[in-house]
């Protein structure tokens, strides 16, 4: 059941496609422990996650439901699924490209405008431009395309 549950921000993936799903398991007492990994600090949507895991697993009978937070490794969006960007996509939302590869330790503060890149989902032309660094949430740019015109919005790459 919690494989079903859906992202409340991006509604056509399962927080499995999302990859925040991290494990399922029941322990010995019956209890069904779930752990999720929010895509980014502060993630406002995780009490909305974990509220709708519990009510996922109450109503598939399941009393007794530990919903626990696992912050290492950080998530990234290469933890999204194929089957997850191809419903972004058909969604009319651009999948990240993969993440930055970094090293260990403090990650570098960069003051330089951000140099992201994303094919419009609606016509697959990569001549789009950013109008926003943010779009409805944080974890989204707001692009344009500038071949059939039409706004989208991109997973930024964490």
Same mark, same amino acid.
């Given at each position: 059941?919690?494989?079903?549950?859906?992202?409340?921000?991006?509604?056509?993936?399962?927080?499995?496609?999302?990859?925040?799903?991290?494990? $399922? *398991?029941?322990?010995?007492?019956?209890?069904?422990?779930?752990?999720?990994?929010p895509?980014?600090s502060? +993630? =406002?949507?995780? #009490?909305?996650?974990?509220?709708?895991?519990?009510?996922?697993?109450?109503?598939?009978?399941?009393?007794?439901?530990?919903?626990?937070?696992?912050?290492?490794?950080?998530?990234?969006?290469?933890?999204?699924?194929?089957?997850?960007?191809?419903?972004?996509?058909?969604g009319?939302?651009?999948?990240?490209?993969?993440?930055? $590869? *970094?090293?260990?330790g403090?990650?570098?503060?960069?003051?330089?405008?951000?140099?992201?890149?994303?094919? +419009? =989902?609606?016509? #697959?032309?990569?001549?789009?431009?950013?109008?926003?660094?943010?779009?409805?949430?944080?974890?989204?740019?707001?692009?344009?395309?500038?071949?059939?015109?039409?706004?989208?919005e991109?997973?930024?790459?964490?």
């Amino acid at each position: 059941m919690a494989e079903t549950v859906t992202d409340p921000e991006l509604p056509m993936l399962t927080l499995a496609d999302l990859g925040v799903l991290r494990d $399922v *398991r029941r322990e010995d007492d019956g209890t069904v422990v779930v752990e999720i990994t929010p895509t980014y600090s502060g +993630c =406002p949507a995780m #009490g909305v996650m974990r509220a709708d895991l519990v009510h996922a697993l109450h109503r598939a009978g399941f009393a007794d439901v530990d919903v626990r937070t696992v912050l290492s490794p950080a998530w990234s969006t290469d933890w999204i699924s194929e089957d997850g960007r191809r419903k972004l996509a058909a969604g009319g939302i651009a999948p990240p490209g993969r993440a930055p $590869v *970094r090293t260990a330790g403090p990650v570098p503060l960069q003051l330089g405008p951000s140099r992201r890149s994303a094919a +419009c =989902p609606q016509c #697959g032309s990569s001549d789009t431009v950013e109008q926003s660094e943010f779009s409805a949430t944080a974890c989204k740019a707001l692009r344009r395309c500038r071949a059939c015109g039409e706004p989208f919005e991109h997973v930024k790459e964490i």
